[in-house]
């Protein structure tokens, strides 16, 4: 049958794409909130819990977790935005001049 030749759309690519997508813009965050989104998102673990593990209270989680996704989420705002979020400059592609 034809069915049996031509594959179903698999909804796991779209979380694949996802994933390559987001990986550079994640690597790029402070290891602190990398930490945290992991704990959170892949661990699956309460803000609560993660509070406890890294010795802070909820709390603190909660705006950890906020920046760090507010960063992601705005992260399209701009083309050379992964570069910006490791260096913290506008254009990281230009070097930067040091004064004397």
């Known amino acids: 049958m034809i069915g049996d030749a031509i594959g179903a759309a698999d909804a796991g690519c779209d979380l694949v794409d996802h994933r390559v997508t987001i990986a550079p813009l994640v690597r790029a965050l402070p290891p602190r909130e990398r930490e945290v989104l992991h704990l959170r998102f892949d661990d ?57």
């Open 44 to 100: 699956d673990m309460t803000q609560t819990q993660i509070a406890a593990r890294i010795g802070c209270s909820q709390m603190q989680v909660s705006r950890i977790l906020r920046r760090a996704l507010t960063t992601l989420s705005h992260a399209g705002d701009e083309p050379q935005r992964p570069a910006r979020l490791a260096t913290g400059r506008a254009d990281a592609s230009e070097p930067t001049t040091q004064r004397a």
